[in-house]
């Protein structure tokens, strides 16, 4: 009987062996989805939403990995609050993101992966979704140009770039020339007397407009208007770039649309 009950053992024990690779731990491994992926196809943006959490460890936010084409294009954290998924997984924490990226081609179709809680070791593919392609307006692209530098870009006398850092002239007339929408020279005078630009009233402006603050005869400032009496706006050397209200009475909206 116990040669019996040794030889039922082993034979348990090999079968363990004979499954198939990963099923023992298939529990642990990442899991994501993606809600939307879409393209600017004149910016080439590719801007993807979606969610991913490692069941190991439920609670933590992981990191995601992006790839079109089969080429790494960016990772990001799954930080962002999304009750929906808490609530459909039964977990807690932060799951959700948002990820941009520029992919100069028209993108097909986008891939994320994820270790999990692991630092390294094989990605596992989370998810593949078909990229949706949109023309933004004009403004809309300036806007998500504008919005990505606040609180990251230094104000910098005269700086024109994000590593260099921005001016208020500098960071419009960035944000224009990302988005495609118009060259504009660097200088807050220059940008409201400039060809094209057209001066409107505040009930007329529109988000990706310039709001032009006035003084001594000019321009001494310029920011990019953001809607609902707000602005996008390389503001101080203390405060850099800003998402902030229209702070004077003494302003001029124009548009180059």
């Known amino acids: ?50 969610w991913a959490y490692d069941p190991a460890k439920p609670a933590a ?9 089969g080429t790494y294009t ?3 954290v799954a930080n962002q609050v999304s009750p929906s998924v808490n609530k459909t997984y039964k977990v807690t924490g ?3 993101y948002t990820f941009s990226f520029t992919w100069r081609k028209s993108a097909v179709s986008v891939k994320t992966g994820s270790r999990g809680n692991h630092t390294t070791g094989p ?13 933004q307006s004009p403004g809309a692209r300036i806007i998500a140009v504008a919005k990505r530098y606040v609180g990251k870009a230094r104000y910098v006398e005269g700086g024109s770039t994000p590593s260099s850092g921005f001016d208020c002239s500098g960071y419009t007339a960035y944000a ?11 200088n807050a005078e220059a940008q409201r007397r400039m060809k094209g630009m057209r001066i409107i009233s505040a009930a007329k402006a529109r988000p990706g407009d310039l709001v032009f603050y006035l ?22 050397p203390r405060d850099g770039i800003r998402y902030q209200a229209v702070w004077s009475s003494a302003v001029q909206y124009g548009t180059v649309a």
């Open 94 to 96: 932060r799951h959700a």
């Open 61 to 69: 936010s992981v990191v995601v990995v992006f790839y079109v084409a």
């Open 215 to 236: 003084g001594g005869g000019g321009a001494y400032h310029v920011a990019i208007y953001a809607g609902n009496h707000m602005q996008y706006a390389a503001a101080t």
């Open 176 to 186: 224009y020339a990302v988005a495609k929408v118009k060259t504009l020279p660097h």
């Open 123 to 135: 990605v596992t593919i989370l998810a593949t979704r078909p990229v949706t392609h949109v023309a």
């Open 1 to 50: 009987m116990i040669r019996r009950g040794l030889l039922v053992l082993g034979l348990l024990a090999g079968a363990m062996y004979l499954l198939p690779a990963g099923a023992a731990q298939a529990a642990t491994h990442p899991a994501g989805g993606i809600s939307s992926a879409i393209q600017d196809t004149v910016a080439h943006r590719v801007t993807v939403k979606g």
């Open 74 to 76: 960016g990772r990001v």
